[in-house]
């Protein structure tokens, strides 16, 4: 995005704010995200990769797919194996994960990828974009309705404590420059929020911050209506598959994360101030697993598994991968180190190696979150 392009939001931000007074957090970062022609996501400049301001587990190894693959095929046998397989993949982005998955099942599981349908859908607005998809896909219920790392992506309502009474965090002009100012909440949704998850914002300290993503809950609601529903009590007829960083409600909400999640990306680099360069910086928040899982039940789904993405890859053998990789293209490590060529072999060993252990780091994308529910 240009210089002038953020100035364009900014005077969009400004332009509402002077028409309607402050804005939630939650509306300031759907506009900084999502603005038709301004938004973070929605511009032509690259955000996602090594060359971008973040990146995902797809970029770090196409093992991640081969996973994702092999969880799809046992879903697959789980349903039946049935004649068409549909998936839907949410926020894919630049559609690289689709890709690994079935240049994967092409050459590992020929007659799965014979009956794969695999379909992405670039969500862009929240509520507004989830019902088009909903709108698009209705003449196919896909078997499993897939995303990783889009939750976290939601606007958020953030909360403050001020001496027991819980403020909600709002976006003002000041001489022409955008900042915070407190205020009571816009819904009472927010306090029942943290009263549903028994977080006793009560009794912490003046300050304490957290976000709240009312927008996760509309989201569950949506997908649980895009999984088919099946005529026979108790079969097993679709799957979501969700991936993301986050807690559950317990392991997030506590009164030592006194400022909560959010965290602003630009350049591989992590920044905590979200009001600047609008439109120019992804903005994100952990994703609290304990909702998701909640309003699945409520939309009629159970839950199947909640694991670490480093228990779910080491559960679909990324490591037996890694090895056998390692016995069939780097044979030359063991027999001719030594030589130019076994050295180039050895760095291109260790280079995979290292990527696999970044899927699975716990200090880093292994303590990402699996959520899978089941219909």
């Not at 093992?63 to 998936?87: I, K, N, S, T, Y």
């Not at 809950?217 to 986050?246: C, N, Q």
């Not at 994703?287 to 670490?308: E, K, P």
């Amino acid at each position: 995005m240009t210089t002038s392009s953020s100035s364009s939001l900014l005077a969009l931000l400004i332009e509402r704010i002077q028409r309607e007074g402050p804005i939630s957090f939650a509306d300031y970062m759907r506009m900084a995200l999502y603005e038709p022609g301004y938004g973070y996501y929605v511009t032509n400049a690259t955000r996602i990769g090594w060359e971008g301001d973040f990146y995902t587990s797809t970029d770090v190894s196409d093992l991640f797919a081969h996973c994702v693959g092999r969880q799809l095929l046992q879903m697959w046998h789980l349903l039946g194996q049935p004649e068409r397989f549909h998936v839907l993949e949410q926020g894919a982005g630049r559609g690289h994960l689709a890709e690994g998955v079935q240049a994967w099942a092409q050459r590992e599981e020929p007659a799965f990828a014979h009956v794969l349908s695999y379909r992405n859908a670039d969500i862009r607005m929240g509520r507004d974009a989830l019902s088009e998809v909903a709108t698009s896909v209705e003449e196919i219920h896909p078997h499993v309705l897939l995303s990783n790392e889009l939750v976290d992506a939601f606007p958020v309502h953030v909360v403050e404590v001020r001496d027991q009474h819980l403020y909600e965090v709002y976006v003002d002009i000041h001489h022409g420059r955008l900042h915070e100012v407190l205020d009571e909440p816009s819904s009472g949704e927010l306090a029942m929020y943290l009263e549903r998850y028994k977080v006793p914002w009560q009794t912490f300290s003046n300050g304490w911050r957290t976000e709240i993503n009312l927008d996760a809950l509309h989201w569950m609601e949506l997908a649980a209506r895009l999984l088919p529903v099946s005529s026979a009590r108790k079969k097993l007829s679709g799957f979501l598959l969700t991936i993301d960083y986050g807690e559950k409600a317990r392991g997030l909400y506590t009164s030592e994360r006194r400022h909560g999640t959010l965290a602003c990306y630009f350049q591989h680099q992590l920044t905590e101030r979200p009001l600047q360069r609008p439109g120019e910086q992804d903005i994100t928040a952990h994703v609290n697993f304990s909702a998701l899982i909640d309003a699945g039940r409520q939309y009629g789904l159970r839950l199947h598994q909640f694991v670490t993405q480093r228990e779910w890859l080491l559960q679909l053998g990324i490591r037996n991968e890694l090895e056998a990789i390692r016995q069939r293209d780097f044979a030359l490590i063991e027999t001719a180190r030594a030589s130019d060529q076994g050295q180039v072999a050895l760095l291109q060993w260790y280079n995979l190696r290292h990527r696999v252990a970044a899927l699975t780091d716990m200090a880093g994308m292994g303590n990402f979150k699996v959520l899978i529910m089941k219909r």
